[in-house]
């Protein structure tokens, strides 16, 4: 297959030039290729497919039906592969389990999908750590929650396999009795509070821990700037860890939770309008490193209910591309190169592999993207309903 008349875009910029396919592997990039077999871009961007590491199932629920589903979900929006979080039910923390989830894997259509596991049971004793990465999960994943003890133990484990830790920085003690931000919002609804420090100190415990192990851990979900402030200093001392922020703190706040919006109701908290400000600072300063929808759907049934009864999440995974490009690129907050590191290249790169390049030799993970096109949104799970969002995923798939 020929493709021509797209602008191709990657990690590297944007140039205009055709690409060759052959048997799913770029052959071939240069100004007027000549073939059979063409595939007529009509000046739409043709990209690598992004990658997303923090993906929930419906309910939560692990079960063959919803990670199909899932899969075809991602591929609509332009994401080619994703990682589901551990914190499942059942959570993958045992073999039996991750057998159970990898079946359904195999059964997926769509976007690749990788497993995390959940380094920690539910009574908080450590999971068998080490089987369950040699079977085959990309990458730990870890709550705060966790005694210092216990988080010392997984990280030596994160530093025997070489791998990244998915860290959710939250403290138990902080979060229970919450339902969003502590603010005026909040005040103003009458509903209990999480405080800002919940995330920010347990970031600063594991920037430590990962300071002294010698290990690369990947803070996921962030929501607050002085979390993205601690990370951003750590980095420059030479600690490896990064930062992952979702699109909807970037550009929503704690006032979408008025009327007791249920779609709103989000875990971490959505921030204050003056933290989403400076969150939309820091991801110009380049102080962000990926991107996530923090795709989490939920049946009516556990959202058409009182706010503080409502379960946490909403959806962003069949919208991700053209939610990305409206909100942050459209609106010139970083480039669409910019978005491919970001929501692509980096997230890939914490689970050991290589994406965000369109080169000879690679596989064609690619995606055609026709900024012309708009689309309003109609999904009532979406936090964005009503809301006209610019681009469409005209393709995706292998070619």
Do not use: W
């Amino acid at each position: 297959m020929l493709i021509k008349n797209a602008i191709v875009c990657d990690v590297d910029g944007e140039r205009n030039v055709d690409v060759r396919v052959e048997d799913g592997v770029i052959t071939e990039i240069a100004e007027s290729l000549s073939g059979n077999d063409i595939l007529d871009a009509k000046g739409a961007y043709l990209l690598p497919s992004l990658v997303d590491t923090n993906v929930r199932l419906l309910d939560s629920t692990l079960n063959a039906k919803n990670i199909r589903g899932i899969s075809d979900e991602a591929m609509s929006g332009g994401v080619g592969h994703i990682v589901l979080n551990a914190d499942s039910t059942p959570s993958i923390d045992t073999e039996v389990v991750l057998e159970f989830a990898q079946h359904g894997v195999d059964s997926a259509k769509g976007a690749k999908i990788d497993l995390m596991l959940n380094t920690l049971k539910e009574d908080s004793t450590l999971s068998n750590i080490a089987i369950l990465l040699k079977k085959g999960v990309v990458a730990p994943y870890m709550s705060t929650i966790a005694k210092n003890d216990i988080a010392i133990k997984i990280a030596e484990y994160v530093q025997m396999y070489k791998v990244t830790l998915f860290c959710k920085a939250e403290d138990n003690s902080l979060i229970n009795a919450g339902v969003m931000l502590d603010g005026d919002v909040s005040s103003k609804l009458g509903l209990a509070g999480i405080p800002v420090l919940s995330e920010v100190l347990h970031v600063s415990r594991m920037i430590e821990i990962a300071r002294h192990c010698k290990i690369k851990i990947l803070f996921k979900a962030i929501a607050s700037p002085r979390s993205v402030a601690l990370i951003a200093q750590a980095k420059k001392e030479g600690v490896e860890v990064s930062c992952e922020v979702s699109i909807h703190h970037l550009i929503k706040c704690d006032e979408s939770c008025e009327d007791f919006n249920t779609m709103a109701k989000l875990d971490p908290p959505l921030p204050s309008r003056e933290d989403m400000l400076a969150l939309q600072k820091a991801l110009r300063h380049g102080d962000i490193d990926v991107l996530t929808t923090l795709h989490q759907p939920s049946s009516p049934v556990n959202k058409e209910v009182a706010f503080y009864d409502a379960s946490y999440g909403c959806e962003g995974l069949s919208t991700a591309l053209s939610l990305y490009y409206t909100k942050l690129v459209k609106t010139s907050l970083i480039s669409m190169s910019d978005l491919i590191k970001l929501a692509c290249q980096n997230p890939a790169k914490s689970i050991n592999e290589n994406a965000g390049k369109i080169k000879v030799g690679v596989d064609a993970q690619l995606i055609l993207f026709d900024i012309t096109e708009q689309n309003t949104i109609t999904n009532a799970s979406s936090l964005y309903e009503g809301e006209t969002l610019s681009g469409k995923v005209s393709l995706v798939k292998k070619v």
